[in-house]
């Protein structure tokens, strides 16, 4: 009696035998390979970003922003409410019908003033994580005019496109955020024997994007791939968001309060000034004067500031926000088995060394470096279980790298 022969699954799609592919899903009726299904998929969410554009009910609200912001960002309410309302809005525009032509809604690009370390970049990438739209950002000090060392203007929408997997119709509705923008301030009005590449030059490339025109992109950069095909990316619906330090702007504010301020009033005027915050009263004018061309001033029509960290902003920052230093610290002991304990005098410790050193936000991460370094290295190879950072723990380890305590 002749025995029988037991034939081999095949995919029901490609046709594929079940030993040529690494899984072969069985269905009632017939099976699909994984490569079947790994192509079905793409074909699926290439659909759904053609046809899945945003619903009006699903775009979170202003004070939803916020609120979000809040567990990251400590203090900076007024940056917060600007940005907010400048994501709400953007999300609205491209979800306005394209038959209601009466109203057109025009983009408001924002820029952000603020000292180093007050949050900035860090806004800008909580933000990241609340948003549907391909998000990204750029540094300005690496750009520089074309033909020169640096980098092209279009390569911001080139990471802009990498961020959207090259879909082009998502990137054409997504946000960027350039970083160190003041750094492409012009250096002078004085004429030089040098050109300033990076300077002027950049920010008159800046104009066509920020505005909105139809740019040609490369994809891969294009320095390194000169005969790549460019692809067609149109900056009308992209909402740009700038930030940067703009070290030395006080000076230009206060010349400017004080050649306003005319008449019997002047002493009692000046003196409702605050001094210690002089980035609450910058205005458009400010920028022009620190080396902004009008063009780009125009085009960043929502200008806001970040208030500087005092000591209780930055006290908190250390302990509050769901990715605090400390809470950073407590994760990477606790992944070695370690409990980890600081005491309230050396958190306040770190804060008053972060002040000294006027580092902002960015000193405490540098304190509390400083003071783990040595548990970090000997502790994942010992047998302690609990590590206890004291006052006197933490004024050794300041003290070893020469700081005045």
């Known amino acids: 009696m002749a025995k029988k022969v037991q034939t081999e699954q095949c995919c029901s799609f490609c046709g594929r035998k079940q030993s040529e592919v690494r899984m072969m899903l069985t269905g009632i009726d017939g099976c699909i390979c994984?490569?079947?299904?790994?192509?079905?998929?793409?074909?699926?969410?290439?659909?759904?970003?053609?046809?899945?554009?945003?619903?009006?009910?699903?775009?979170p609200k202003p004070l939803?922003?916020?609120?979000?912001?809040?567990?990251?960002?400590?203090?900076?309410?007024?940056?917060?409410?600007?940005?907010?309302?400048a994501v709400y809005n953007h999300y609205k525009r491209i979800t306005q019908p394209k038959s209601d032509e009466n109203v057109e809604i025009e983009k408001s690009n924002i820029?952000?003033?603020?000292?180093?370390?007050?949050?900035?970049?860090?806004?800008?990438?909580?933000?990241?994580?609340?948003?549907?739209?391909?998000?990204?950002?750029?540094?300005?000090?690496?750009?520089?005019?074309?033909?020169?060392?640096?980098?092209d203007i279009e390569s911001i929408l080139t990471r802009l496109l990498q961020?959207?997997?090259?879909?082009v119709k998502a990137a054409e509705r997504g946000i960027v955020f350039i970083d160190e923008i003041d750094k492409?301030?012009?250096?002078?009005?004085?004429?030089?024997?040098?050109r300033d590449v990076s300077g002027e030059g950049v920010q008159q490339g800046l104009l066509k994007l920020l505005e909105g025109s139809v740019v040609n992109v490369p994809p891969q950069g294009g320095r390194k791939h000169p005969?790549?095909?460019?692809?067609?990316?149109?900056?009308?619906?992209?909402?740009?968001?700038c930030g940067g330090a703009f070290d030395g702007i006080e000076k230009k504010i206060a010349q400017r309060l004080n050649t306003n301020v005319v008449g019997f009033g002047v002493a009692h005027e000046r003196s409702l000034i605050d001094r210690d915050n002089m980035l609450q009263y910058i205005a458009p004018q400010d920028l022009k004067a620190?080396?902004?061309?009008?063009?780009?001033?125009?085009?960043?029509?929502?200008?806001?500031?970040?208030?500087?960290?005092?000591?209780?902003?930055?006290?908190?920052?250390?302990?509050?926000?769901?990715?605090?230093?400390?809470?950073?610290?407590?994760?990477?002991?606790e992944m070695d088995g370690v409990k980890l304990m600081i005491t309230d005098e050396v958190l306040d410790?770190?804060?008053?060394?972060?002040?000294?050193?006027?580092?902002?936000?960015?000193?405490?991460?540098?304190?509390?470096?400083?003071?783990?370094?040595?548990?970090?290295?000997?502790?994942?190879?010992?047998?302690?279980?609990q590590l206890n950072i004291t006052l006197p723990y933490a004024h050794e380890k300041i003290s070893r790298f020469n700081m005045c305590v």
């Open 64 to 85: 939803e922003i916020k609120e979000f912001l809040d567990q990251y960002v400590i203090g900076q309410d007024e940056a917060k409410k600007y940005l907010s309302v």
């Open 227 to 241: 005969d790549q095909k460019m692809i067609e990316v149109n900056t009308q619906n992209i909402l740009f968001i």
């Open 111 to 151: 820029i952000l003033v603020g000292r180093t370390g007050t949050g900035k970049t860090l806004l800008a990438r909580s933000i990241a994580k609340k948003l549907n739209v391909p998000f990204t950002i750029v540094d300005a000090t690496v750009l520089t005019e074309a033909g020169y060392v640096g980098e």
């Open 290 to 333: 620190f080396g902004l061309i009008p063009e780009i001033v125009g085009r960043l029509p929502i200008l806001t500031y970040l208030n500087p960290l005092d000591r209780t902003a930055l006290r908190r920052i250390l302990t509050e926000p769901k990715n605090s230093i400390v809470k950073q610290y407590t994760k990477l002991f």
């Open 349 to 385: 410790f770190i804060v008053d060394k972060a002040i000294e050193f006027k580092l902002g936000a960015r000193g405490l991460r540098s304190m509390t470096e400083t003071i783990m370094m040595d548990a970090m290295f000997e502790i994942p190879s010992s047998d302690t279980k």
């Open 163 to 167: 961020v959207a997997d090259y879909d």
């Open 184 to 194: 492409i301030a012009r250096k002078g009005d004085n004429p030089s024997i040098t």
């Open 34 to 59: 994984d490569a079947c299904v790994e192509m079905a998929n793409n074909v699926l969410l290439t659909e759904l970003k053609q046809k899945g554009d945003f619903k009006i009910d699903a775009i």
